[in-house]
């Protein structure tokens, strides 16, 4: 129980930790304060994971069915957007100081005569920090007096009322800001075209009210007013120092970079998301058996494992999976497991297509390990009235081979796992023998039984790029045809989905797996 707890409050913290990234980078980095944009961002970031949980936990818990299909959709579909959305914004930390050093490269590039601020929607030339600057904080903390902002990141200098002379310090009165050269700075003691001093450019022009400030928008005084004198109103920000609609080059890459990685991940999700609604390819293998009987030679299997019927995945997908099966024409159908992620009573119906399976020598079942999550033998004896033949530890004759069944291994815990004397042990070894088997880890068990070959799914092939690189590590084999000894094991990707309805990288599939005798 304390090792069940621990996993828990590992898993919880790291989606909390996850989520606290996400939302750094897709809401805070990416907004310019509180405001509308930043607080959707954040309710969304801490609705849809408890939607996830919520999800989940009524998965297997009893309450109504339409409950578990509201949770279900959104739940599922935004984990999977998770997965995809932290591994785009993780590449973009190795993007973002690329793209900075562009900007900084372009703007390096201006020629110094044409100085002055950005045009309205530009990238600002300086970054600013995630709240304000030096210089903002020090305008707004200061008393009302005539303080013009610094283009350059310098001190605030303002004219003097009594005779233009800059001096430091003061607020900016509302309207009258500007941007000015600072004292000391290299556009400060720039000419102006009369030859005037800077400090008589920015003080009283031409008898206007004195102490008022005139900004510059382009570091000359000539530029603060026209030639009659008038004062040219700066184009400016509210909150000072950034021209008005310029963005600064650090919210500037953050909205790239989290825009690309959000539609990355959408675009991932949805791809994939189609690929299992739109139902599985059919597959085709020729696997050749040293015992196979001559006449049996050409026989065909239809393999299809992990069906996954649940809350996402419901009768439309039974139908398009029997429909994919009876257009092969297969001998025999064998379903290796993992039908269903619920009860009968939820799931019974959604079913019923499998009744219209279509094989010479009839379709077969085994259970999986979701099968004893839901009742495994509610839908061991469900599966038979729909006309399939469960074998249970069991084994029959069919033609030149000998087909045997084995429950999967999660039985174990009520009494029912896989009993391999039982299923193979008194057969004529002189005979082919196919096994269904849910999982792949039992082949070693198949393989001193003198199996010739096992039929399993379980993996999904992975499911979800990079998840497959656990499930290759948690399985013998991840997916396809592979011998060990005298034995060899075929492992289908399924043709359904658990959690999210979503595979990238292990498309969904049907198998028909082709008999060779070598005596043909």
Known sequence: MLVVLLVIAVVLTLLVAVHWYVWRR???????????????????????????????????????????????????LWLAVLLYLTLALAVGEAVRPLLRRALDRRAARRPAASGGPPAAGAVADAPPADGPSAAEAAAEAAPPGDTAASWDGQPPVSADSSGGALRSGGAVPPGD????????????AQPSPSGSDQATAVGTVAGETPGRT??????????????????????????????????????????????????????????????????????????????????????????????????????????RIVDAINATQPDLVAVVGDLVDGSVADLGSAAEPLAGLRARDGSFFVT???????????????????????LRNDRVEIGGFDLAGVDDVAGEREGQGPDFTRALGDRDRARAAVLLAHQPVVIHEAVRHGVDLQLSGHTHGGQLWPANYLADMANP?????????????????????WGPPVRVGAPSDITVVELASRDA
């Open 368 to 390: 999986g390990n979701h099968e004893y999550f839901s009742g495994a033998d509610a839908w061991v004896g469900h599966v038979r009235e729909l006309g399939l033949t469960p």
């Open 477 to 497: 084999t991840l997916a396809g045809l592979e011998r060990y000894g005298d034995t060899q094991l075929y492992v289908s990707r399924g043709a359904g989905a």
């Open 214 to 319: 005139v900004g510059l928008t382009g570091g000359r005084a000539s530029e603060a007013a026209d030639v009659s004198g008038t004062p040219v109103a700066a184009d400016v920000s509210p909150e000072g120092g950034r021209p008005a609609g310029a963005m600064s080059r650090r919210l500037f890459v953050a909205r790239v970079v989290g825009g690309a990685a959000a539609a990355a991940a959408a675009g991932t999700v949805g791809y994939g998301t189609y690929g299992v609604l739109r139902g599985p390819s059919v597959k085709r293998v020729t696997v050749p058996l040293a015992r196979l009987a001559r006449a049996a030679h050409g026989y065909r299997i239809a393999v299809v494992s992990d069906i996954h019927i649940g809350p996402v995945l419901g009768r439309a997908h039974t139908q």
């Open 177 to 188: 800001a500007g941007l000015v050269p600072s004292a000391g700075s290299p556009r400060a």
């Open 26 to 76: 897709l809401v805070r980095d990416t907004t310019t304060g509180p405001g509308a944009a930043r607080r959707a961002g954040t309710a969304a970031v801490i609705v849809l994971p408890l939607l996830t949980v919520g999800a989940f936990t009524t998965g297997r818990a009893d309450v109504p069915f339409w409950l578990k299909q509201t949770f279900a959709w959104p739940g599922y």
